[in-house]
């Protein structure tokens, strides 16, 4: 059965980053969060990306005008039993995300596949909450969602062929390029990328070389478009510190001991573009 309505839940970076994708490809979205506020501000983040989209000469102000028109918004997730999916994209916070999933199979319809885009959190664990755990599945996006092809496609123990045929075909639906990986700890691109973001912050730490150097040897070195202490502001040093902190955990493994610095700059508040400060001053 073909996808015809996206729900999201979570209207910050990945939430609307989804529903941009989801909204562009011709797909009504249902985008809910906890205020008013919070939705309105993930309209206006929509916007401004198509806005970027149109200068680029890759979508037309029609594009964007029908795009915007096929976002719902909502502060009550009973606006989420049309959807034939809904993604969760609320904070990396396993309580949380448990809490969210309960609340939404009251309102889920029968045959909605539920999905979660978090980026570390066990997708089986995530399952074992539901009555129904075999429609549930990891769906992890990547920042920022308009522009990353990627799509990692995670089945938990429970998950049936069915939903992942059907969720498959919906990244494909997207225009994004999917991968199907087991459920363990960061799944695969996480599992390689944050670790090495922490050991560029033990770097730091030991002074070895400026931020500006680290990241410029990397970029130079590697090849990588952009350097890993500027990746970390933009995808959040809370972020980045969650996700270790649950490998930590999960592993029982000392390699993935959380860099100090990290926990010290996060304490600070200092986390990266969202707050205008993490490693560099935006």
């Known amino acids: ?6 729900g999201i839940i979570g209207a910050g970076t990945m939430g609307n980053g989804i529903a941009q994708a989801c909204a562009v490809a011709g797909l009504p979205v249902t985008m809910v969060d906890i205020s008013d506020a919070a939705v309105q501000k993930g309209v206006a983040t929509i916007a401004g990306s198509l806005d970027r989209l149109i200068k680029k000469d890759k979508l037309t102000a029609a594009d964007k005008e029908a795009a915007l028109a096929r976002i719902a918004t909502s502060t009550d997730y009973a606006a989420l039993g049309k959807a034939d999916i809904v993604i969760e994209a ?18 889920a319809k029968e045959g909605a596949i539920v999905a979660s885009n978090t980026s570390s959190i ?3 664990k995530l ?12 769906m992890h996006f990547f920042n920022p969602v308009p522009l990353m092809a990627l799509v990692e496609i995670i089945r938990g123990l429970q998950t049936s062929d069915e939903t ?19 459920n363990a700890p960061g799944f695969v691109v996480n599992r390689i990328l944050v670790p090495m973001i922490n050991e560029a912050f033990f770097v730091l730490a030991e002074n070895l070389a400026t931020p500006e150097e680290i990241d410029e040897g990397m970029k130079l070195g590697c090849n990588h478009p952009i ?11 809370d972020v980045c510190l969650s996700v270790m902190n649950v490998y ?3 592993f029982a493994d000392s390699k993935y001991r959380p860099c100090p610095l990290l926990k010290e700059m996060v304490a600070a508040g200092y986390l990266g573009r969202k707050t205008g400060r993490g490693v560099y001053t935006y």
Do not use: C, W
């Open 1 to 6: 059965m073909t996808i015809q309505h996206v």
């Open 90 to 107: 609320a904070t990396e916070n396993p309580d949380l995300k448990i809490r969210i999933l309960k609340q939404l199979e009251g309102v």
């Open 122 to 124: 066990s997708i089986t």
């Open 127 to 138: 399952a074992a909450v539901l009555a129904k755990p075999e429609r549930f599945i990891g």
């Open 164 to 182: 992942h045929a059907r969720v498959e075909a919906l990244a494909r639906q997207l225009g994004k390029s999917p991968i199907t990986v087991k």
């Open 227 to 237: 350097g890993p202490l500027a990746l970390a502001d933009m995808i959040g040093l």
């Open 248 to 250: 930590y955990e999960e």
